[in-house]
């Protein structure tokens, strides 16, 4: 049974009369009537009464008919509903914000643009590390995401990055009651006694080595403290005193709770890294694609 003898169906109980239905639905008489007679067929069950003048429903079919009207109803919605997510106006979009310091107000302001343009479509926010961005967006758990590299060329093939700002690698976060916190500036040589908190190597191996050899441009070899993937989680390690931690400008203006960034001028010459939102390399025109606009739109003001 296929959708079209349904609406075959509906249409000769809405007429009564099959050589109308068959007008309306632009098919022969007889081959209306065949299909009918193969649906009754395939029920097992009289659904029409033929008359002289017309036709009239059987108790069976009037069941079928509501039934019938209520699918061809539900698989034309599911139609509009898969044809407005595909021009991004509906839909569900689930975005991995930046958890670090300004970006989450620009990605809000981004969300409130899409929302003004797409007014239908769903917005889901998702927790991940940011980090994992790049692997939630290709296992499809999340549609967008951001990162921070050195370029766009770093991502997986499957991943489309727009470059968002550049992000000097300036500061030195340290704890709030830290002897060097009072600081306006401090120099590479100065924090070489001070452990340095930085996230596992295999979360982020191109942004680790470009941070270490950023410090090591100083001339001092860093102890490492290892922390989990996450700018949150690395934040709380330097709150409590664990070392200090290297930090763009969106994650150092302002500074986590408990933490002061102070400006080492040796780190920003030596490191420019690139702020990017991602979104899958097949996703061109879709919602993430509308929000990355929305997104690029709210950067320049």
């Known amino acids: 049974m296929e959708l ?5 169906f509906v249409a000769v109980a809405d007429d009564g009369n099959i050589g109308r239905a068959a007008v309306r639905l632009r098919v022969a008489q007889s081959a209306l009537s065949r299909q009918l007679q193969d649906l009754e067929r395939e029920i097992g069950a009289r659904l029409l009464d033929r008359l002289s003048r017309g036709v009239r429903l059987t108790e069976a079919g009037r ?3 509501e039934h019938a009207r209520r699918t061809l109803d539900a698989a034309d919605e599911a139609v509009r509903a898969a044809r407005a997510a595909a ?13 670090f310091g300004t970006r989450a107000a620009l990605a809000a302001d981004a969300l ?3 929302r003004a343009l797409r007014p239908k479509l769903q917005v889901e926010l998702v927790a991940v590390p940011w980090p994992e961005h790049v692997e939630h967006l290709l296992a499809r758990r999340i549609d967008v995401g951001f990162g921070i590299a050195g370029s766009t060329a770093e991502y997986s093939a499957g991943v489309h990055a727009d ?7 300036a500061w030195a976060l340290l704890a709030a009651h830290h002897p060097l916190a009072a600081r ?11 452990p340095m908190v930085l996230s596992d190597r295999a979360a982020i191996p191109g942004m680790h080595d470009r941070i270490l050899a950023a410090v090591r441009s100083g001339g001092i070899e860093p102890r490492v403290v290892p922390a989990p993937p ?13 070392g200090w931690c290297a930090v763009v400008d969106s994650g150092a203006l302002p500074p986590p709770p408990g933490t002061v960034a102070v400006r080492v001028p040796e780190l920003a010459a030596a490191c420019v890294l690139q702020l990017h939102v991602l979104r899958r390399a097949d996703d061109v025109v879709g919602p993430a694609a509308t929000f990355a606009d929305c997104l690029l739109a709210a950067r320049a003001g």
């Open 184 to 194: 306006e500036t401090l120099s590479l040589a100065e924090l070489a006694d001070v």
């Open 87 to 99: 021009d991004g106006e509906a839909g569900t979009l689930r975005v991995a914000p930046p958890d």
């Open 163 to 169: 470059h968002v700002d550049d992000e000097p690698l």
């Open 4 to 8: 079209r003898h349904l609406r075959y």
């Open 112 to 114: 409130a643009r899409l």
């Open 230 to 242: 996450s700018f949150a989680s690395v934040a709380q390690l330097v709150a409590v005193g664990a």
């Open 63 to 65: 069941v079928f008919a």
